[in-house]
């Protein structure tokens, strides 16, 4: 029988949201529900991979799977720091957790109360690092960060710009070696079981495998399983 694939690799998963507190009861958070993300990780181990998960705030349970460990995190912050530590070393890095970009830039130690005089709180964002792009940048200053970096990109799409070109500009600014584009919505992927995705390979990626389609992007449509082992074969 074929030897798996991705025997003795090491492959490192982010999955889920980041939850920004705001109070000690407040957050923002997002939709994200992990699903593309553990489906990641599943068809990792399952190719002969050894997978870290690091997991956000997801409707999902992390398999209990030999080959799996899962550790979890909820702001940017913490996922920051667990990227870090993880993947010095890995092989892969499918960085398919749904990041806050902001979070509030202070945090209330007490509870935010109405006010007396009907005055509204004011919130005020500041940014997140963004991690993959810091990863992608690790990687080129000390070589030690993953042998390919996968970003992911949802998009809605805007009267200005194409999915698709928003997701190509994306690769080239993040430095990714893959981005996997889906398309996000009210009713389409978020929590959903089935997917459309679009993987695109940077201009380096495509030369070393002396890729025919070079510049067109893999597009396919399935359950999140069947586009997790799509991510994997690019
Ligand atoms: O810029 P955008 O959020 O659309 O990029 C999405 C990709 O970048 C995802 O792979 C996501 O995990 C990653 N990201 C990140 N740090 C952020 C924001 C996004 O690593 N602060």
Redesign the pocket.
Known sequence: EAQPPLLGRRVVV?AGGTREPLDPVRYLGNRSSGKQGLALAEAAAAAGAQVHLIAGIMDVTAPDLPNITAEHIET?AQ??AA?ERATDGADLLL???????FRPADYAAQKIKKTEDGTNPVITLE?????????VQRRAQQGTGPTVI??????TGSADAEPLELARA?LLR?G?DL?VLNQVGENLVFGRDETEIHILSSPELSDQAQDANRGEPVSMRGTKRQAAEAILAA
């Open positions: 982010t940017a996922l920051r990227v960085m398919a957790a749904a990041v806050a970009d940014r997140n690092p963004d991690i993959l792009a810091e990863t996968v970003g992911f990109a949802a998009e994306k993040k990714c981005l």
